[in-house]
């Protein structure tokens, strides 16, 4: 019987439509914020029939699901976001398989042995990935780069003596959510890739985010 954070693999044509053409650029806009029809339309050139056509589509296949309502001038406009379940089509394959390792290796070992070997798994990832060179700005933008490559929406924030990778969502939110000694594997993963130590710094409050701080140690010194 399936446990607590079991995922089931889609057939391949609806990852397809999470990615592909205007319905993946909906997609795309609301794994970053809720947005109404009109909101929706203004960024993507669509007429609201035509997004009314498109977000019926998606919320039959449950990838979209209403937020809420939002004021407006005359009546209150649908908000519209992205679903969990779609989050985790997004997240890849990989999602459930790691999911369910980590039941059970979390049934047969201590907690920090199981941090131990994320970390391990995440150093061992950048085995076939060649390493960025250049300023270490140019190496955290490229490390947000990989993380979109595995399914994550990221950005990178310069802010006082760091850099910020922010996300929009978790590529690991099924994993995360009950094991956050999965997010070490990426800590380790990027502290690898960039060639700097990476520490994460990821909210696990309302809505599962990925956040990874690189120390500025230019900027420090400058100070």
């Known amino acids: 019987s399936p446990r607590p954070g079991d995922v089931r693999v889609k057939p391949l044509d609806r990852q397809r439509r999470l990615?592909?053409?205007?319905?993946?650029?909906?997609?795309?806009?609301?794994?970053r914020n809720p947005l109404t029809t009109d909101a929706i339309g203004n960024a993507v050139g669509?007429?609201?029939?035509?997004?009314?056509?498109?977000?019926?589509?998606?919320?039959?296949?449950?990838?979209?699901?209403?937020?809420?309502?939002?004021?407006?001038?005359?009546?209150?406009?649908?908000?519209?976001g992205i679903s969990a379940d779609a989050e985790l089509q997004l997240s890849r394959v990989y999602v459930p398989l790691l999911t369910q390792l980590l039941h059970?290796?979390?049934?047969?070992?201590?907690?920090?042995?199981?941090?131990?070997?994320?970390?391990?798994?995440?150093?061992?990832?950048m085995a076939d990935r060649p390493i960025p060179?250049?300023?270490?700005?140019?190496?955290?933008?490229?490390?947000?780069?990989?993380?979109?490559?595995?399914?994550?929406v990221t950005e990178v924030d310069d802010e006082v003596n760091h850099f910020v990778i922010r996300g929009h969502g978790?590529?690991?939110?099924?994993?995360?959510a009950q094991y956050p000694e999965a997010c070490n594997a990426l800590e380790s993963l990027l502290s690898e890739f960039v060639g700097q130590r990476v520490r994460k710094c990821c909210e696990q409050h309302q809505r599962q985010r990925c956040c990874?701080?690189?120390?500025?140690?230019?900027a420090r010194a400058s100070r």
């Not at 919320?59 to 649908?78: M, N, T, Y």
């Not at 290796?105 to 990832?125: F, K, N, Q, Y």
């Open 19 to 31: 990615i592909q053409g205007t319905s993946g650029q909906i997609v795309e806009l609301l794994r």
């Open 46 to 80: 669509l007429t609201r029939t035509a997004v009314r056509a498109q977000l019926a589509a998606l919320l039959r296949d449950g990838i979209v699901e209403e937020r809420g309502l939002q004021r407006g001038p005359s009546k209150p406009a649908r908000i519209y």
């Open 104 to 125: 059970v290796l979390t049934d047969r070992m201590p907690r920090s042995e199981l941090d131990a070997i994320m970390r391990e798994v995440g150093r061992g990832l």
């Open 133 to 152: 060179r250049g300023p270490l700005k140019q190496r955290v933008l490229a490390a947000s780069a990989l993380l979109n490559d595995l399914g994550g």
């Open 170 to 176: 978790c590529p690991l939110a099924a994993a995360t």
């Open 212 to 218: 990874f701080k690189v120390a500025n140690r230019a």
